[in-house]
């Protein structure tokens, strides 16, 4: 069962498309190597929104999401299994439209540097797949 204390009326997503979400958040908040404050802020935000599983607290899956994320630094190949991973895990268009303007809006945070840009369309690119 999903919690949700936002009163906002975000979709209801399956709890692997939230995991997933999270996961595209923390990738874009390590490309470019600088974490602004809003961007620590985002992610807690969008959950708040979107609800988590209670079987699972945020607060146990976040460290492994972040060392996920952290792990593609650099890694091309490694960038493209964890986009894969995360497309494969958004089965619903709208949970595709919501992690591509998510992401898009954590980056425009700070200013989108290129780094995040080319990640953007990255992200674009795997989930129209």
């Known amino acids: 069962m999903a919690t949700r204390s936002s009163k906002d009326s975000a979709p209801t997503f399956t709890q692997p498309e939230r995991e997933a979400i999270?996961?595209?958040?923390?990738l874009c908040i390590y490309a470019d190597a600088h974490i602004g404050i809003k961007e620590g802020d985002a992610v807690p935000k969008v959950v708040d929104a979107i609800g988590w599983?209670?079987?699972?607290?945020?607060?146990?899956?976040?460290?492994?999401?972040?060392?996920?994320?952290?792990a593609?630094?650099?890694?091309e190949a490694a960038t493209k299994e964890f986009l894969q991973r995360a497309a494969a895990r958004l089965t619903s268009k709208e949970a595709r439209a919501f992690?591509?303007?998510?992401c898009t809006a954590l980056t425009a945070a700070d200013g989108t540097h290129q780094k995040e840009a080319s990640l953007i369309f990255r992200i674009k690119e795997a989930l129209r797949a």
């Open 72 to 75: 593609c630094l650099g890694r």
């Open 99 to 102: 992690a591509i303007a998510k």
């Open 22 to 26: 999270v996961d595209l958040l923390h």
């Open 53 to 70: 599983d209670t079987k699972l607290s945020f607060s146990a899956y976040e460290p492994r999401s972040i060392a996920s994320a952290r």
